[in-house]
């Protein structure tokens, strides 16, 4: 068909130098926009065979093997284990020992003894168990039989003894009462909230940064597309001002002047060729995937760069949504309560320790084992034993310092939540008005490339006409270069204070069709999975 049209041109070639002029103006009109025309076809044949990955795709895929995040779901489960860790110390303890002695004397003690030098051997088989209650009771049970045989004068030979019986120990001060004993389960508990909380934190923070790599990625390729087509233009006209030098209607100046420009545009198109693969990098590694995989080759499609245009909430609104979201202040306050709750451990340990104690023991003894312990069972003998110990440190040094350093560690956290949440304001106010001011900007942006389109079409006809020199057409290609690099710089921008600010108020699921109770975000109990 453009072969057939050209013979056509050729057929009915003006005589005019004029017209000539047009003549050859149209033939290389022609000529690029078949050339365009096999370009796009080649490109949409490629585009076809290429994988597309969607924003979707890729947050689940980032959720799934981004490593940090992958680092992050290891504290809620060391969390889980450390509650487990403070239960512990309430579970019972079985004791069992075996004791052998052996003795011989060097001589007889006694005109009584029997034997001139006294032998006995002793075997000794004791178990029990003890527990401690919430309440700083430890209760302890336990049961014993003794044997022992002697070559001396004895009642017995062998000789077993038995005892059954229980003791008890009760704080009254020190380590008292369920405040205190349960204390380090509610620490380990809130740390286990602590912990979730961060990687819910943290969750957020990988597909804020995985949407703005997805969308810095669509960008660089707006920015390639963009030179690429200046370039092409750029040897458009330069092919342009060859023509007319050829026919007298150019100096070598404006062909030089031309051709600086298209190596200009050479190196432009270089420089955002290499913007693409550092933004493909940071989404790959973002992702968490392995730089060889082959969906991250060249022929790897993405969306194009959307151009947002909602409006965000009022501030006061978007402030109360971004404090109830603040996940780093809630993991903070939890913070604080886990040092409360160390003070007031550090505060028992200024207490001295006073204990009752009370102990029960029923006794056996026969020349049998077995009948030694049944008469231990029913009470042939008995030792009770009742008092109150008490004991504390001189002055109590080392307690009230570590309590003074829990005091000041819970200041410390305090502070932090001050903090955190005036700098949480403060971002949530900058990107609140970074997104205010980027929609506004991306209008003037949009209006501005439309005027210099405009320009630029005016000063390319007028020099085509002879009426001006091709300074003002490249400075009109420069400014409309300018606009459109603008304007893409504002959608970008205010693209990413988008994201951020989703990710600030708490919308950042909800805007990417996400939920917490889904199964692959897995935080809470599913965070021990």
Do not use: C
Request: hydrophobic share 40%; no cysteine; proline share 3%.
């Amino acid at each position: 068909m453009v072969g057939h049209t050209l013979i056509l041109m050729m057929r009915y070639l003006p005589r005019s130098n004029f017209g000539r002029v047009y003549f050859y103006f149209g033939l290389l009109s022609l000529f690029f926009i078949s050339a365009a025309s096999l370009k796009s076809e080649i490109f949409s044949e490629q585009e076809s065979k290429a994988v597309f990955l969607d924003l979707d795709s890729l947050l689940r895929k980032a959720l799934e093997n981004n490593i940090g995040l992958q680092i992050e779901r290891i504290e809620p489960r060391n969390a889980l284990d450390a509650i487990e860790i403070e239960r512990g110390a309430f579970d019972p303890r079985l004791q069992a020992s075996y004791d052998y002695v052996e003795r011989e004397a060097a001589a007889a003690g006694s005109t009584l003894d029997a034997a001139t030098i006294p032998r006995s051997d002793g075997r000794q088989l004791g178990v029990g168990a003890d527990k401690l209650f919430s309440t700083g009771t430890v209760l302890s049970v336990n049961s014993s039989i003794n044997r022992v045989t002697s070559n001396n004068n004895a009642a017995r030979n062998p000789d077993y003894s038995s005892d059954v019986g229980f003791g008890l120990r009760q704080p009254l001060l020190r380590g008292a009462w369920q405040t205190i004993n349960l204390a380090p389960i509610a620490r380990a508990k809130i740390g286990g909230e602590q912990a979730v909380d961060r990687l819910m934190d943290a969750i957020l923070d990988v597909l804020s940064t995985a949407e703005i790599a997805y969308w810095n990625l669509a960008y660089a390729r707006a920015r390639r597309d963009f030179f690429a087509s200046s370039l092409a233009l750029a040897k458009s006209i330069l092919e342009e001002n060859q023509v007319r030098q050829d026919l007298g209607l150019a100096t070598q100046l404006e062909v030089l002047q031309a051709d600086a420009e298209v190596v200009s545009r050479e190196e432009e198109l270089i420089l955002a060729e290499l913007e693409i693969d550092d933004a493909m990098d940071r989404l790959i590694r973002v992702a968490g995937s392995d730089f060889n995989e082959e969906m991250w080759l060249d022929n790897l499609r993405i969306a194009t760069l959307p151009e947002p245009n909602t409006e965000p909430a009022p501030m006061d609104v978007v402030g109360v949504r971004a404090s109830q979201a603040d996940m780093r202040a809630r993991a903070q306050e939890r913070q604080i309560e886990i040092q409360r709750l160390n003070r007031l451990l550090a505060a028992d340990q200024t207490r001295p320790d006073l204990d009752l104690t009370f102990g029960l023991r029923y006794l056996g003894r026969d020349d049998n084992g077995s009948s030694s312990y049944r008469g231990a069972w029913s009470g042939d003998g008995y030792n009770l034993n009742a008092g109150i110990q008490v004991s504390l440190p001189w002055g109590f040094r080392e307690a009230r310092a570590r309590e003074r350093q829990a005091g000041r560690n819970l200041e410390r956290e305090e502070w932090i939540l001050a903090d955190l949440r005036r700098e949480r304001t403060l971002v949530v106010r900058d990107t609140w008005r970074q997104l205010s001011s980027g929609l506004k900007r991306i209008e003037v942006t949009r209006t501005a490339v439309n005027l210099n389109e405009k320009s630029f079409e005016q000063a390319r006809a007028r020099f085509a006409s002879g009426a001006v020199a091709y300074r003002v057409v490249l400075e009109a290609q420069r400014d409309l270069d300018q606009a459109k690099l603008r304007y893409l710089g504002a959608v970008i921008e205010t693209l990413r204070a988008e994201v951020r600010l989703a990710r600030l108020d708490g919308s950042l699921l909800e805007r990417n069709g996400l939920q917490w109770e889904d199964d692959f975000l897995r935080v809470g109990p599913l965070a021990s999975n």
